[in-house]
């Protein structure tokens, strides 16, 4: 098992990833039962209940073939047959301008500031967390999103409405960054190895999450003490409390502010980093002016949607 973590960590996996593989090898694993032999005859043993979750059924025949192709270089004679259940297609909740505007004008602080991000700049709930001061560009009107969904970097556009709030928001944190730098603290962690090529790139202002944490906490990799990224649940927790404020009867989710009016299928899977345009037909619905985008509150500039 240990060598099964060190495996994946040269990967540079997330660790809300690691750790439900981690369990199903350790779960499924063929030892851990009398034959050790029904992998290769091509059983699978989850008992198909009616509360089975498909994507926990994925999750553990994913880490399964990992473990025997990438990791241990065994291809399998046969493949894993299973009575697999079958993964329902949900439509995404789509939120209309009014609905936007309520929602949006119930929250405040910061989290209305990151709720203004993924509706104008289509982020994902930690893409938006995760970014740092370096990946805003003000004279560009332009958001760089780095490491997104399998691990590729793209340009986004920032919202007009979202700047001036932007720019009272990092004065705030810098205010915080040299109080911290003060007492002693004040760097973060950063990306692979660049930590160990840059070791005062930590403290430098540019590296800084945009979303600070409110408290400092140790560094698993490193054990130093450093101010991580805001928690994802205290978004979630204020979109949740601002839609039962603004009195939405729909599920809406961080996520459901990224299905965003479009003009084009091409233009919005670039902006999004949707991998196809099937992908993004799912997440957004065209306006009726194809001009432009139409969306509430947040302007986005002209040269951008009519390119």
Known sequence: ???????????????????????????????????????????????????????????????????????????????????????????????????????????SGKHQLMAKLLYGSGLRLMECIRLRIKDIDFHQHQVIVRDGKGLKDRVTVLPDAA??????????????????????????????????????????????????????????????????HADPSSLQNAVRRAVKSANINKHVTPHALRHINVVSCRRSQVLCGAASCPTTGIVSHPTKNQSEYKTLNIKRRAELATA
């Open 1 to 107: 098992m240990q060598f099964y973590k060190s495996f994946i960590a040269q990967r540079y996996w997330e660790s809300k990833l690691v750790s439900p593989n981690i369990f199903w090898i350790g779960f499924l694993h063929p030892t851990r039962y009398s034959s050790a032999t029904w992998l290769l005859k091509g059983t699978f043993p989850l008992p198909p209940t009616p509360s089975r979750r498909p994507f926990r059924e994925n999750q553990a025949l994913c880490a399964l073939l990992f473990l025997y192709r990438e990791v241990l270089g065994v291809e399998l004679d046969s493949p894993i047959v299973s009575v697999r259940a079958k993964r329902p297609k949900r439509l995404p909740t789509v939120l209309t301008k009014s609905e936007v505007q309520l929602l949006i004008s119930s929250m």
């Open 163 to 228: 700047v001036q709030g932007l720019h009272r928001h990092l004065r705030r944190v810098k205010l915080l960054h040299e109080d911290d730098l003060a007492n002693g603290f004040g760097g973060v962690s950063l990306p692979y190895a660049l930590a160990v090529k840059y070791p005062s790139a930590q403290f430098e202002w540019k590296w800084q999450y945009i979303f600070p944490s409110k408290n400092i906490s140790r560094d698993p990799r490193s054990g130093d003490l450093k101010r991580h």
